[in-house]
């Protein structure tokens, strides 16, 4: 089975590593990528300078509260563009407001997942992530 | 059981595969209201108040629809393409629970904005664990849009 | 303060007759009033005296050669509108009288009973006096609530940032403090382990804090209005309590609950704040049962939810919808003390009133009324 790439857009290093930290433990053979701001992320997707030659991934993880471009501009921008609007998009954030949700799912946010209190709780919801998306549902293949 | 306020809307032409679903959910604990549909037409005038369903109110959305494909008259892609371009209901997160696992179906489905695309399984106790981990993930782990 | 014997009043005097001047004067000094006047007798004078010489009084004759009372009146009105107006006239009949008065004079002396133009004075400085007082106070306390409002507006508004920000630190604290509690616990001895235990249980209490405070002020931040089925919500209210319900053998009644207008979000966290109450509020040998009913009133509907708990007593009346207010310490009864101070603010967002009666260990039955909003916009963002 091919590695899954995993596209996490987050700025906070502390989250980044939180994590990764869950993600070492996976049963799944995952790969994640970091953007830490919006333009970055679109960079990445787009495979432009740095990025050129990375794998498109099969999963991004967005952060609301990112720097510069926010996290529902970046998804507002890959839910318009035809090739990567196939993509899952998991909202990964610390907002609990009614508004923030409503948007990003008319904005096509494929599901809206909030970062819990402690590492524990993180790690849980990264396992329900990855069984629910790498084991329950099918991604379109790239 | 009121119409008004449905919190899953099941849209499935086969009644085994249907009973089967809803056993598996209420299994683990899902007992949110639920409304079977037989075909896509039926989806669209439950969704949309129309046809046998114009005396629903409008203003309560379903919080999750789970969705056949290949489903007489009206099929589960268009019934998708309406729900996800009417600004009223595109925030309602769409689940497709189908036999297909053709790329085409996948790909055309994730254009068209579905939230999930599960394939059902064919044996019987992974069926039912797959529909129970998509009941659990959609209505406890995410945050549903009211 | 007397307003009129204790300075000296100004008085503007618009009249053309020498004799009837100083007859004027005379009734004046005699009157024992200070005053010091200045006299008028056509048209652009007067104007310039009512800016410049500031009259706290007009006397005015009604029939003047250039224009007439009437019209000196309503020059006055616009030039100084506050400033009190007397015709002083012999031949003012009293239709005219009326129909000046309805305008807005203040008063009307005739020339024949010219002794009663000091007592006139009197009356009308005095109730010009108390008007602007009053109206000055009204000023200032309109101003005081405007105030209030916008630094309410404000601080409302800082907790909601202050608390959104606070979250993401907050959460690497506890994160990493846990990791460090489980990847170190064998290489730390006890009293380290104990110094994290407190570090840990401190921020989660702060997290939960914060997340009242966020939930407090969201109630004014997010507004939307849709049907809302109270049924509906209560069942999503005993899912969200399922532990508490299920550890304490709680038995809820409710039926025929409405369809009702207002914030869905918003009347689930009400309901859950109120049963969560009457759970958390148990009596410990007595299982919790609690009746939730609702009854058209009016436009309005009025619900109550009715405990068998231990009860409040009515002197805490006030107290308990305080935000952060407990009434018990946290060892006994687990919570930030925020439920009801939510629930208020929420009960009057819908346009209702929130309150309670009790009988100490006997159980609680809160009462609240939900208006539904008519033709507010649902403000949700478009596709």
């Excluded at chain 1, 948007?103 to 096509?108: M, N, R, T, V």
């Excluded at chain 2, 899953?8 to 595969?17: G, R, S």
């Excluded at chain 3, 009043?9 to 100083?22: A, G, M, Q, S, Y």
């Excluded at chain 3, 005296?49 to 019209?71: N, Q, T």
């Amino acid at each position: 089975m091919k590695p899954i790439n995993i596209l996490l857009v987050e700025d906070n290093p502390g989250d980044v590593l939180l994590a990764q930290i869950a993600f070492e433990k996976s049963r799944f053979d995952v790969n994640v990528q970091v953007a830490t701001d919006g333009e970055e992320a679109l960079e990445f997707l787009y495979k432009k300078g740095k990025f050129a030659g990375t794998n498109t991934p099969d999963l991004i993880l967005l952060d609301l509260n990112l720097p510069a471009k926010s996290g529902s501009e970046v998804l507002a921008d890959l839910k318009s563009d035809e090739r990567l609007k196939v993509i899952p998009v998991i909202i990964l954030t610390t907002s609990q407001a009614e508004w923030d949700i409503i948007q990003c799912y008319k904005l096509h946010a494929n599901c809206f997942v909030n970062k819990p209190f402690g590492f524990d709780s993180f790690d849980a919801v990264v396992t329900c992530i990855e069984d629910f998306w790498f084991n329950i549902v099918r991604l379109p293949a790239n | 059981m009121a119409l008004d306020s449905v919190d899953i809307v099941l849209v499935e032409d086969n009644p085994d595969d249907a009973s089967l679903t809803i056993r598996a959910l209420r299994k683990n604990g899902i007992n949110n209201s639920l409304i079977h549909l037989k075909d896509g037409e039926e989806a669209i005038d439950f969704i949309f108040c129309r046809g046998h369903y114009s005396q629903r109110v409008f203003g309560i959305l379903p919080r999750l629809i789970v969705l056949d494909l290949k489903m007489p008259k009206v099929d589960g892609i268009e019934v998708l393409k309406q729900v996800k371009s009417d600004a009223r209901t595109c925030r309602i997160p769409v689940v497709l629970l189908t036999s297909s696992n053709q790329e085409q179906d996948i790909l055309k489905s994730y254009q068209l904005g579905v939230n999930s695309y599960i394939v059902k399984p064919v044996e019987f106790e992974l069926f039912v664990k797959t529909v129970a981990g998509m009941g659990l993930y959609w209505l406890m782990m995410n945050q549903l849009p009211y | 303060m007397d307003p009129v014997s204790n300075h000296n009043v100004k008085i503007l005097i618009l009249e053309h007759e020498p004799d009837d001047i100083e007859l004027l004067q005379y009734q004046l000094k005699k009157g024992g009033l200070h005053y010091s006047s200045e006299v008028v007798q056509e048209r652009t004078g007067y104007e310039q005296a009512l800016r410049d010489f500031k009259p706290d009084i007009v006397l005015s004759d009604y029939v003047l050669p250039e224009f007439d009372g009437a019209a000196a009146f309503y020059l006055k009105k616009e030039i100084a509108p506050d400033t009190p107006f007397i015709i002083v006239s012999g031949t003012i009949g009293d239709e005219n009288a009326v129909e000046l008065i309805k305008a807005g004079v203040t008063d009307y002396v005739l020339k024949d009973k010219l002794f009663t133009v000091v007592p006139k004075i009197d009356r009308a400085l005095k109730e010009n006096w108390e008007h602007r007082e009053k109206k000055e106070q009204e000023e200032k306390l309109a101003n005081y609530a405007r105030e209030l409002e916008r630094s309410n507006k404000e601080l409302e508004e800082f907790a909601y940032l202050a608390s959104h920000d606070l979250q993401e630190p907050l959460r690497m604290v506890g994160s990493f403090l846990q990791l460090l509690q489980q990847r170190y616990q064998d290489k730390l001895d006890e009293q380290a382990n104990e110094y994290i235990y407190y570090a840990v249980e401190g921020a989660a209490r702060m997290k939960r804090l914060i997340n009242d405070l966020l939930n407090y002020s969201r109630t004014n931040r997010e507004w939307l209005i849709e049907q809302v089925d109270i049924a509906a919500t209560v069942r999503d209210a005993l899912q969200n309590l399922a532990a508490s319900v299920r550890e304490s053998g709680a038995i809820i009644h409710f039926e025929n609950m409405p369809v009702l207008a207002g914030d869905p979000g918003q009347i689930l966290q009400l309901f859950q704040n109120l049963i969560g109450n009457a759970i958390k509020f148990r009596k410990k040998d007595e299982t919790p049962v609690i009746n939730i009913s609702a009854r058209k009133h009016n436009a309005s509907w009025l619900f109550a939810v009715e405990d068998n708990g231990i009860g409040i007593h009515q002197q805490y009346s006030e107290k308990i919808f305080v935000i952060f207010k407990k009434l018990h310490g946290n060892e006994k009864y687990e919570g930030t003390g925020i439920g009801l101070a939510i629930a208020k603010k929420i009960v009057e967002r819908h346009g209702g009133k929130i309150w309670f009666e009790s009988s100490p260990g006997k159980g609680t039955t809160f009462y609240f009324t939900l208006n539904p909003p008519i033709n507010e916009t649902d403000q949700h963002p478009s596709c």
